[in-house]
């Protein structure tokens, strides 16, 4: 009898450790939340992650002590491998790559293999010309595209597949050109480019706004179009491709998701600290400062998102002559 007594003890016990570990038993955080930058200090990922905590932090939904950790390495993978390791109490920023990279066949993690928690935040896209240089605007610039491929350099970061390249395959698709023709140059970073550019080395560069900025506010390059829906408010001289009659939307996203087999009570926490940080003045003064615009969807609009964008990119790649 006191074997049986025993025996219902450790099962009591051990249901208790599972629900706790699976979150079902509501408790939740336990312990400190991390949030994974998969690449350098300094980048783009990294300062969505710290714009995530510092918002976090202020708005004070979590009791647990927020930290960044960085995981560079392999375009994310490196820091995506480590949150298939983890529970829920971490997550990890993503973007396009983690579509782009299995359809180019260079990882075999997709956003199926995680807990997609959260869209966050988008940059737009832009093409722009070195001041002078005699291209005006997008629609010149398909014209001499359409009229000879390789009579542009283009230059692009950090690697064929990226947004930064396929958002001009995007335009050169829509305006009849074959994107597979075109002289494509391929830079470490957005500096780099810039050097380039400046320097007469390419033609053109594919490039986030935030990275071209600088250099358009002191007159050195010419910005040609914008792969946003509408003019910005902050850069209202600069037209976007559909206004030039290019039907080209493209977001440079990053969201932020958790490691496989989440619980539903954890989505819902995560769900509900991530809806209210992107209300906090904090997050909105990061985006400000960075040239990003608000993109918040909670989990269940995220996983519909990347299911589209997977479609999307799948079209892409192929027509950008990357895949058969």
């Not at 004070?60 to 960085?70: L, W, Y």
């Not at 080395?201 to 910005?223: C, F, K, R």
Request: net charge negative; glycine share 10%; proline share 5%.
């Amino acid at each position: 009898m006191k074997r049986i007594f025993l025996l219902l003890i450790g099962c009591i016990i051990l249901t208790g450790c599972l629900g706790k570990a699976s979150g079902d038993s509501g408790a939740f955080p336990v312990k400190n939340i991390e949030i994974i930058a998969p690449a350098s200090p300094g980048g783009g990922w990294d300062r969505t992650a710290r714009s995530a905590q510092r918002a976090m932090n202020a708005d004070g939904s979590v009791d647990q002590d927020i930290t960044v950790i960085n995981k560079p390495g392999g375009g994310g993978e490196v820091g995506w491998q480590y949150l298939m390791q983890q529970d829920s109490h971490a997550v990890a920023l993503n973007s396009s790559l983690l579509t782009t990279g299995a359809i180019l066949g260079q990882t075999e993690l997709t956003y199926k293999d995680f807990t997609p928690l959260a869209m966050l935040s988008t940059e737009w896209l832009a093409v722009a010309s070195k001041a002078g240089s005699g291209i005006d605007d997008a629609n010149q610039l398909m014209d001499q595209l359409r009229e000879d491929p390789k009579s542009l350099v283009i230059g692009v970061s950090p690697s064929l597949g990226s947004g930064n390249h396929l958002s001009f395959v995007q335009a050169a698709v829509e305006s009849g050109v074959d994107p597979t023709e075109l002289q494509f140059l391929v830079y470490s970073s957005g500096g780099d480019i810039m050097n380039a550019l400046l320097g007469g080395h390419i033609d053109i560069t594919s490039n986030s706004l935030s990275d071209l900025s600088e250099q358009y506010e002191a007159g050195e390059v010419d910005i040609l179009a914008i792969t946003a829906p509408e003019r910005l408010d902050s850069f209202p001289n600069i037209p976007t491709w559909k206004e030039q009659g290019v039907d080209v939307e493209f977001p440079h996203w990053r969201g932020i998701m958790g490691p496989p087999g989440m619980s539903e009570n954890e989505i819902a926490k995560w769900d509900e600290y991530l809806s209210s940080m992107v209300k906090t003045e904090e997050w909105q003064t990061d985006l400000d400062n960075n040239d990003l615009d608000n993109f918040y969807m909670d989990s269940k609009e995220t996983l519909a998102f990347l299911e589209k964008q997977h479609d999307f990119f799948k079209d892409i790649v192929r027509e950008s002559g990357l895949t058969p």
